[in-house]
């Protein structure tokens, strides 16, 4: 009798769709999927619930030297001269490869390199135009030193002129006399001045003094640029070459002290 129950053809009961007006909102959610969605949501509730209970039970005193994320500086003793005056942990960042960062050096190298390429080409203009005017480039060739950096030691400062008098009325005559030399002198540029107001031959060539004076403080600015550039770029390609996977310019000396002489081609 279930045999022929079982022959008969049944309706075959397939689970609700989503609607066609609801389908950007994805599929229809079943009863399962709600029933683990469901749990995973309470099982996390739970979870906070414990987190925020522990918290406020626990003890502000309460110290163990294991809640330390990282090492201290007391460390040192134990690594001895291994130590590089850095405390140790991981602070999340991520080391890149040797390659990664030759390929970023050689960035580094390339802005370089077009940053003094156009400080050079500025650095010839301001030659050109300093020529022009008649100007000396000799008096403007300076040898590096530490002030391009600001390590230079501090400017003298000019000494000052001490007289000593005989009494207050002897130091009173000399200071009025001081005086009337500073107005004759101020008086004998103003009439100089006028002068040169009248003629405009001197005008035009103070004019040009002026400027020849303003363009070479500005090819003086521009070469002490071109030669830290220069010097930046030098350091960048040395690194960069040290960090071949073959040795490839001068003696690299490690961490341990030995030395690594690279090989010259015989001819």
Do not use: C
């Not at 004998?188 to 060539?205: F, I, V």
């Not at 071109?226 to 930046?232: D, V």
């Amino acid at each position: 009798m279930s045999s022929i129950r079982n022959a008969v053809q049944r309706r075959v009961h397939r689970e609700r769709a989503q609607p066609l007006e609801r389908q950007r909102l994805g599929l229809l959610e079943k009863h399962k999927d709600y029933s683990l969605r469901a749990k995973d949501f309470n099982k996390k509730k739970a979870q906070l619930r414990a987190l925020r209970q522990k918290a406020a039970d626990r003890n502000e005193d309460e110290f163990y030297f294991g809640m330390m994320s990282r090492k201290g500086p007391g460390d040192a003793l134990s690594q001895g001269k291994r130590w590089n005056g850095t405390a140790e942990g991981d602070r999340g960042n991520k080391v890149m490869d040797l390659d990664t960062v030759r390929l970023l050096k050689t960035q580094d190298v390339g802005y370089i390199r077009t940053v003094r390429n156009a400080a050079l080409k500025e650095t010839k203009a301001l030659e050109e135009r300093v020529v022009g005017l008649g100007g000396s480039l000799d008096s403007q060739a300076e040898e590096d030193s530490d002030d391009e950096f600001g390590f230079g030691a501090p400017k003298q400062t000019k000494p000052k002129k001490i007289v000593f008098t005989e009494g207050v009325e002897e130091r009173d005559e000399k200071l009025r006399q001081e005086k009337e030399k500073e107005v004759d002198d101020k008086d004998d540029l103003d009439s100089d001045n006028d002068d040169e107001k009248d003629d405009p031959e001197a005008l035009r060539a103070e004019q040009q003094q002026k400027l020849r004076e303003k363009l070479q403080r500005r090819l003086q600015n521009a070469r002490k640029k071109l030669r830290i550039l220069a010097r930046t770029e030098h350091e960048l390609e040395v690194q960069r070459s040290k960090m071949a996977k073959t040795a490839t310019s001068g003696n690299i000396i490690t961490k341990s002290g030995k030395k690594i002489k690279i090989r010259e081609r015989k001819r």
